[in-house]
């Protein structure tokens, strides 16, 4: 079974020129390179894009909160006594 093999591996190694192998490493190696600069090109749009919705949305909860105060200051103790609560619970 490994003779097939080897005789099939050595036809091989014989009918490739070497000068034609390192030109196609290069043709693979341009591509390759056009793939990431794209990859990187988009990455970095779809960051930027989700660096300004999470900046947006922060500035409104701010607005919000501010235009709300009292409403605000009374979810928050809301939530603390919610929390205060299971936490005596679990401790028991």
């Known amino acids: 079974m490994w003779g097939l093999a080897e005789r099939k591996t050595s036809r091989l190694g014989r009918d ?13 190696r ?14 970095g749009e779809g960051l930027s894009r989700a660096r300004d919705f999470a900046s947006d949305a922060a500035r409104d909860a701010e607005e919000t909160m501010k235009d709300n105060l009292a409403v605000s200051l009374v979810v928050a103790m809301g939530l603390g006594v ?11």
């Open 82 to 92: 919610v929390v205060g609560y299971l936490l005596w619970r679990a401790s028991k």
């Open 30 to 43: 341009g591509y390759v390179q056009d793939l990431s600069r794209g990859a990187s090109r988009s990455a």
């Open 16 to 28: 490739l020129d070497i000068d034609d192998l390192y030109d196609q490493l290069d043709v693979l």
